[in-house]
């Protein structure tokens, strides 16, 4: 097995944690690689369901490397909340197998505060669905070069003068801006304190670590549309979740990534605001909603359904070069009589086989559908391509025709051993 990429093709969402536990079994180390908490990946192994959102989904498989990169946005809370979820379950978390790179900026207490106060401040028609878990303002801090790194926990008094000259600035915006109470620099030091010298002894050098490895796998979160690049902008996320972010947030050369594989939903889902092209409302939205049990693994939002759309998974094959597609949820189609596939555009008067890149332009294009019968048959015990009816072959085959790539995995269910 060589170095594996593996990115999400849509707006998230798409069942990655279940291929990268997959692929896990044959890694050395996974690493993830941007995002933060925002993310939730779902893994079921045995019938029982494991939820994670910062600690890479390989964490399952005995003595793997679990790394988390200078491109994550960490809430320190929370990762360690994870860690004692997994050892209640007898999940080996020790800093043996864990290690968060110096480098990785820490959520803060006053990045959540923001986030939530910026949100609630907003006309309805100009929130943007952000999950309030202060991902944005933490990276922002990163970007205006104020940030406070997992490196300094290992520092109480370099910690500490950090949060007082952070929250000079936030307690004007929290006071003067949001009509909310300033917030205590020593308190929010002592509220954080406990977690930064327990997870002092995770610090690591990740970069040196993946060099270590002899294969690696590189776990991404969301999806390609909602990069802060080259995603619907606004209505994205603030980290790149292009693959090429898997080299410059872990700490490797690109040179490193041999294969790369886009998770593809068998249809299409969104989570928040923000165009969606091929939305349904009525019938068929709903029956994909309810097949798919398509409720955010992290906010517990209702997911918008809608059909495939491969405008989106042409533009992402564009910015990912995947070398493979992974489907899954094919089973959810199942009892449906027809699909309808997103082939193409129309925008202003044309026919366009990409998404226009004016802001907003997703809002106001028309898809252009082909029709495909569909299938009754309850695929979800079909462990291989054999096993699977003529007409989800020819759906298959028809996705692999227009986006140029071809399918190395099918997933037909949730669990780890319905996947071939």
């Given at each position: ?11 998230g ?34 019938g ?11 964490v399952l498989?005995?003595g ?15 990762f ?11 999940v ?16 803060m207490?006053?990045?959540c ?11 309805a ?10 991902i ?15 490196g ?5 008094d ?46 690591g ?46 700490g ?13 939903k068998?249809?299409?889902?969104r989570?928040?605001s923000?165009p ?10 709903e029956y994909l ?14 997911r ?8 989106v ?16 949820k094919?089973?959810v ?18 026919t ?8 907003n ?7 252009v ?6 299938w ?8 291989s391509w ?27 269910g949730?669990d ?5």
């Open positions: 097995m060589s170095n594996i990429v593996v990115f999400g093709s849509q707006w969402d798409e069942g990655k944690g279940k291929i990268v536990d997959m692929l896990a079994e044959k890694a050395d180390a996974i690493v993830r690689f941007q995002g933060g908490n925002n993310a939730g990946h779902t893994l079921v192994v045995d029982e369901q494991c939820i994670l959102h910062l600690i890479p989904s390989g498989h005995p793997k490397k679990c790394l988390i990169g200078n491109g994550v946005v960490l809430d320190p809370f929370v360690c909340e994870e860690l004692d979820k997994l050892a209640a379950k007898g080996d978390v020790s800093p043996s197998r864990m290690m968060i790179s110096k480098k990785t900026h820490i959520i207490p006053y990045h505060r923001m986030d939530a106060a910026r949100e609630s401040a907003k006309s028609d100009g929130k943007i669905g952000t999950t309030g878990r202060g944005g303002p933490c990276y922002e801090d990163k970007m205006n070069r104020c940030g406070i790194r997992a300094d926990f290992a520092d109480p370099l910690l500490k003068a950090k949060i007082v000259k952070a929250l000079e600035e936030k307690n004007v915006l929290f006071t003067n801006l949001y009509s909310a109470e300033a917030m205590d620099p020593q308190a929010v030091f002592e509220q954080v304190l406990p977690v930064a010298e327990r997870l002092t002894a995770y610090l050098d990740v970069s040196t670590a993946i060099q270590e490895s002899e294969t690696v796998l590189f776990e991404g979160a969301q999806g390609t549309h909602l990069d802060i690049d080259h995603g619907t902008y606004p209505f994205v996320t603030s980290s790149n979740t292009v693959t090429a972010n898997a080299a410059s947030g872990s490797c050369s690109p040179r490193s990534l041999d294969r790369i594989i886009a998770i593809v068998a249809y299409t889902t989570v928040g923000g969606f092209p091929t939305e349904q409302t009525g019938a068929d939205g909603q309810t097949q798919g049990h398509e409720f955010g693994a992290t906010t517990g939002r209702k918008r359904c809608g059909w495939l759309d491969l405008v998974l042409r533009e992402s094959a564009r910015l990912n070069g995947p070398t493979d597609l992974a489907i899954t094919l089973d189609l199942s009892g449906l009589k027809e699909i309808k596939l997103c082939t193409a555009y129309e925008y202003k008067g044309e366009v086989k990409y998404p226009p890149q004016e802001q332009a997703m809002a106001h294009v028309t898809p559908y082909e029709t495909m019968p569909g009754d048959e309850d695929i979800t015990q079909a462990r054999d096993e699977l009816p003529e007409a989800a072959v020819n759906y298959l085959r028809r996705i692999e025709e227009i986006t140029g790539v071809r399918i190395g995995y099918v997933s037909v949730p780890r051993v319905q996947t071939f």
